[in-house]
């Protein structure tokens, strides 16, 4: 760009623009007049420390209370999972045990079944 300098609004749309000859910097920023006077601005100026001092431990607490929030929310879903698994494993183990009764079947008594498959017959007449 050449050496001048161009106004725009806030959505980054050039309003207006201008180019100047040995043109090197301009900073500018609309700022509202303040509030504040001037003996309470020095007072804050000085106490800024203690101020971000005490932001700073805000946010910490907020952020370890949120955190403390999640685990607490984790290890009850958790707890609730295994409570529900171990309901599951329970019934599953008191059907295999019913199923058991009902064929007749004890855990010391072993069932073997052997099948035999004629894989090719052949037959042969034998003459004298």
Do not use: C
Not at 80 to 100: F, G, M, N
């Amino acid at each position: 760009m050449e050496n001048g300098y161009q106004i725009r609004d806030f959505k980054g749309a050039v309003l207006y623009e201008s180019h100047a000859e040995r043109f090197k910097l301009f900073s500018w920023r609309p700022r509202p007049p303040t509030l504040v006077p001037k003996d309470q601005q020095r007072k804050i100026r000085r106490n800024l420390k203690d101020y971000s001092r005490e932001f700073d431990a805000e946010d910490e607490s907020k952020a370890a209370g949120a955190s403390h929030e999640l685990l607490t929310l984790r290890r009850r879903l958790l707890e609730e999972w295994y409570t529900w698994r171990k309901a599951v494993e329970e019934t599953l183990l008191s059907q295999k045990k019913d199923r058991k009764e009902e064929d007749g079947v004890g855990a010391d008594e072993i069932i073997e079944e052997w099948v035999e498959e004629v894989v090719e017959e052949k037959e042969e007449v034998v003459t004298d």
